[in-house]
Nanobody
């Protein structure tokens, strides 16, 4: 399967971005879709998950600021990121079960 992530960019602290991940296969076939990120000099970390049931979970630092959602008709998963902080700067990757997208860079300036 191919996962195409997009939506990254440069934003000031407090701003918002919406990431998208388009799957070449129906996202209904995946049990879980996730977003991960890897900041400069850091290990990749999990950010958010959405399960086939629609249930969502988030890393503590993202709770109340990020929202993961899915559009099954468009085979797309989104990550709405609000109140961005410089520490959110990272390459964001989408993941579907065992498959990975190429990443999209998010840079938050202070």
């Amino acid at each position: 399967v191919q996962l195409q992530a997009s939506g990254g960019g440069l934003v000031q602290a407090g701003g918002s971005l919406r990431l998208s991940c388009v799957s070449s296969r129906s996202i209904s076939s995946f049990s879980t879709m996730r977003w991960y990120r890897q900041g400069p000099g850091k290990q990749r970390e999990w950010v958010a998950s959405i399960f086939s049931s629609g249930h969502t979970v988030y890393i503590d630092s993202a709770k109340g600021r990020f929202a993961i959602s899915r559009d099954s008709a468009k085979n797309t998963v989104h990550l709405q990121m609000n109140s961005l902080k410089p520490e959110d700067t990272a390459v964001y990757y989408c993941n579907a079960d065992n498959d990975w997208g190429q990443g999209t860079l998010v840079t938050v300036s202070s």
